[in-house]
Nanobody
Framework: QLQASGGGLVQAGDSLRLSCAAS????????MGWFRQAPGKERQFVAR?????????YYEDSVKGRFTISRDNAKNTVYLQMNSLKPEDTAVYSC????????????????WGQGTQVTVSS
């Protein structure tokens, strides 16, 4: 089970930190990712991190340098620090867990959280 939190309404240039707490069969998780979906648009990959050694990360181009994904294995929690937010970052952000690595494709994730709304006003 994944529980995402931390969304809200902010102004352009502000920061937010999203959290995603995992419970249950976390021993099988190899990677965690964040995705977002804006109204009328398809779900978009944002960032992912490997859950085990190295904590390798990867970002979608539009968030590179602004967003940082991190993990706390002891707390089974992954974070998404979002800085310099822009109106185009407005979306429902969802976290996901994969037992098949740390993929980019949403179809490769096995478990999904409920999503948290991020709204950035101009």
């Amino acid at each position: 089970q994944l529980q995402a939190s931390g969304g809200g309404l902010v102004q352009a240039g502000d920061s937010l930190r999203l959290s995603c707490a995992a419970s249950g069969r976390t021993f099988s998780v190899l990677g965690m990712g964040w995705f977002r979906q804006a109204p009328g648009k398809e779900r978009q990959f944002v960032a992912r991190i490997s859950w085990r050694s190295g904590g390798n990360t990867y970002y979608e181009d539009s968030v590179k340098g602004r967003f940082t994904i991190s993990r706390d294995n002891a707390k089974n929690t992954v974070y998404l620090q979002m800085n310099s937010l822009k109106p185009e970052d407005t979306a429902v952000y969802s976290c996901a867990a994969s037992t098949r690595g740390a993929p980019i494709a949403a179809s490769a994730y096995d478990y999904w959280g409920q999503g948290t709304q991020v709204t950035v006003s101009s």
